[in-house]
């Protein structure tokens, strides 16, 4: 079976302090089997609505992907890019790219997994405070 490297990363400007991190799944990974392993890397509350879909930028939604579909159904999208959007109020959007390095699987390697790193989490509620509840 393929390997797949994928990039997952928040869109950033220059001032920004990047948040990369770089990860293997099988091809016959879902999107939701994907969401929820971005949720459990960014560590993240799994408590809003979220949704993928494809885009020339991540402001031009072309088309919402259902969750149900497989990453070899999507790949390869020439001269788009795949998003996901997490929590529809705090908007909370990544790119994700695939890289074009062909892997196959190593059966002692245990997928899916984080293989690079760059940048701290986010915090997904920063401003919120428990003593004022």
């Known amino acids: 079976m393929e390997i797949y490297t994928l990039e997952i990363s928040f869109p950033y400007d220059d001032e920004d302090e990047p948040w990369i991190r770089e990860i293997e799944v099988r091809e016959n990974f879902t999107l939701k089997q994907l969401h929820t392993f971005i949720q459990k890397i960014v560590d993240f509350d799994d408590d809003h609505l ?4 494809i885009g020339k930028n991540p402001r031009n939604n072309s088309s919402t992907v259902s969750t149900k579909m497989k990453l070899n159904e999507i790949y390869p999208i020439t001269g788009y890019k795949l ?12 790119q ?23 940048g701290e989490n986010p915090e997904q509620y920063p401003e919120y405070d428990e003593s004022k509840c």
């Open 50 to 53: 979220y949704e993928f879909y």
């Open 83 to 94: 998003y996901y959007l997490f929590d529809f109020g705090d908007s909370w959007l990544f």
């Open 96 to 118: 994700i790219k695939k890289s074009r390095k062909r892997k196959t699987e190593e059966s002692s390697v245990k997928y899916p997994r984080v293989i690079n790193s760059v």
